[in-house]
C-alpha cells in the first residue's frame, strides 16, 4: 500500500513562493512518476507537473515560467515549488502517483493552500 502525505503551509500571501512536501511511503520515489495535481474552487482539476523516477520533470505551460519540482530520494519525497503567487493558484494540492498502463492510482489526501494578504 503506498501512502502519500502532503505538507506545507496553508495561507500564502500574494507574490510569494508557495512550497508543499510530498512525503511517500510503501514505494520509491525512483520508479514510476510523481505529480502535483490542484483543484481551485468551482474548477477541475489541473495537472501542475510531475518528476519521474529518473528526476525528469515537466510542468504545465501555462504554469512553466512559476513551477519547479524536485525530490529528496534520501527521504523519499518531493516538493513543489511554485512562485509569485496570486489569489488564483488558491486550490487543493494533492500530491499524486502516475504509473504507465494504470494511470493514476494513489493520491494523497491533498492540502488547502488559500493565497491572500
Known amino acids: 500500500q503506498v501512502q502519500l502525505q502532503e505538507s506545507g503551509p496553508g495561507l500564502v500571501k500574494p507574490s510569494q513562493t508557495l512550497s508543499l512536501t510530498c512525503t511517500v511511503a510503501?514505494?520509491?520515489?525512483?520508479?514510476?512518476?510523481w505529480m502535483w495535481i490542484r483543484q481551485s474552487p468551482g474548477k477541475g482539476l489541473q495537472w501542475v507537473g510531475s518528476?519521474?523516477?529518473?528526476?525528469?520533470?515537466h510542468y504545465n505551460p501555462s504554469l512553466k515560467s512559476r513551477t519547479s519540482i524536485s525530490r529528496a530520494t534520501s527521504k523519499n519525497q518531493f516538493t513543489l515549488q511554485l512562485s509569485s503567487v496570486t489569489p488564483e493558484d488558491t486550490a487543493m494540492y494533492y500530491c499524486?502517483?502516475?504509473?504507465w498502463g494504470k494511470g493514476y492510482d494513489y493520491w494523497g489526501q491533498g492540502t488547502q493552500v488559500t493565497v491572500s494578504s
Open positions: 499524486v502517483r502516475w504509473v
Open positions: 510503501g514505494g520509491s520515489i525512483t520508479t514510476n512518476s
Open positions: 518528476i519521474s523516477g529518473s528526476a525528469e520533470t
